[in-house]
């Protein structure tokens, strides 16, 4: 039986007898095992049904634990760290060999992060090891923001989600790699690019859709409801092409008016981009279970978190 607690005592027995737990974090729950265990790794990628090669976030809780895990640490890598962490942003750097192959899909290269959660950081020095969590969603869908959602996609196939309440920024990390020890964005996330500019310099972004991309978090179809959605800057024209379907319409900040539409969900009336971002899968889980035949969503400016959430959306377009 899958169990929604705020009991920490009992995920710390579970993790200890290498069994998974879904874990809250400042982004999205995660499927929590212990990286040292090669049967609770396992799990996990049985449970997502995700492939062995895309490698896993491994998720500490200090800053001082990094020099246990990865080879070096690049100046800009260091100063990134101290900027953000507890918080939304990944490190991929070289690992240390006592980080298993299991986690890193074979690559010589870790990710790395502290997540801002209370609960999941008391529950992280409370253990003697890190976790390794990916969102705690099946291969390819949409990644869960509250413990029901988790509870939702895996039933019993997990025993417990340790309910930290609603994550409150909603999209996952962003994931930074070094090139020549300079940092490249590998996906976009909660942080935003100009945040992150603003301690290192100029940032490059990698954030591309190829078929064997640098972090698979970066496939073309990737956390997508199963509705049909597509996206655009011209909402009220476009619903004109499927005034006889069922439609779902997400937009920003102003609702659109229209007889046609079925459902529809404002992510922030203030326009407010941190908010929207936030409910963002939310929306997406609601639009999804409502039957619809279409979702329509609109675009979002492209600056701050705006270029993040376009990423997302896009990605939820892809039907291949
Ligand atoms: O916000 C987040 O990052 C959440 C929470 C739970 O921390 N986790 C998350 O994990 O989004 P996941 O597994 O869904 O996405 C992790 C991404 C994958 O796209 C993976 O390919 C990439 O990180 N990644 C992991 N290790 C990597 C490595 N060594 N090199 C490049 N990419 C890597
Ligand atoms: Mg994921």
């Known amino acids: ?22 874990i809250p974090t400042e982004t999205v729950y995660g499927l929590a095992g212990n990286i040292y265990s090669e049967k609770a790794i396992k799990a996990i990628f049985e449970t997502k049904k995700r492939p062995f090669f895309n490698p896993l976030i491994v998720h500490i809780s200090n800053i001082e634990y990094l020099e246990t895990v990865v080879e070096e640490i690049p100046k ?19 690992k240390k060999s006592i980080i298993p192959d ?4 074979g690559k010589d290269t870790v990710a790395v992060r502290i997540p801002n959660h209370p609960l999941t950081l008391q529950l992280l020095n409370q253990l003697n090891f890190p976790l390794a969590a990916p969102s705690a969603n099946p291969f390819n869908r949409i990644s869960p923001t509250k413990a029901e959602h988790v509870e939702n996609y895996f039933k019993d196939d997990i025993k417990m989600v340790l309910d930290g309440g609603v994550c409150k920024s909603g999209i996952e990390s962003t994931i930074i790699g070094f090139e020549d020890d300079e940092p490249i964005v590998y996906r976009l996330g909660s942080t935003s690019i100009e945040d992150i500019e603003t301690v290192v310099g100029k940032v490059e972004i990698k954030n591309k859709k190829k078929a064997n991309p640098e972090a698979p978090g ?12 597509i996206l655009s800057s011209k909402i009220s024209e476009i619903i004109k092409n499927y005034e006889t379907q069922k439609i779902g319409v997400l937009v920003f900040s102003e609702k659109i008016i229209n007889k046609n539409i079925f459902s529809q969900i404002i992510l922030s009336k203030k326009r407010n981009l941190p908010e929207a971002a936030s409910n963002l899968y939310e929306a997406l889980h609601t639009l999804d279970k409502q039957h619809l035949d279409i979702i329509i969503a609109e675009k979002f400016p492209n600056e701050g978190l705006g270029k993040s959430i376009n990423d997302r959306l896009t990605r939820a377009t892809k039907n291949s």
């Open 1 to 22: 039986m899958c169990i929604i607690s705020k009991d920490i005592q009992k995920a710390i027995k579970l993790l200890n007898n290498e069994e998974l737990v879904a």
């Open 76 to 94: 800009k890598a260091k100063l990134l760290a101290e900027a953000f962490w507890p918080g939304p942003i990944t490190l991929v750097l070289k």
């Open 102 to 105: 299991l986690i890193t899909g």
């Open 218 to 229: 970066m496939l073309a179809r990737h956390y997508a409801p199963n509705t049909k959605m």
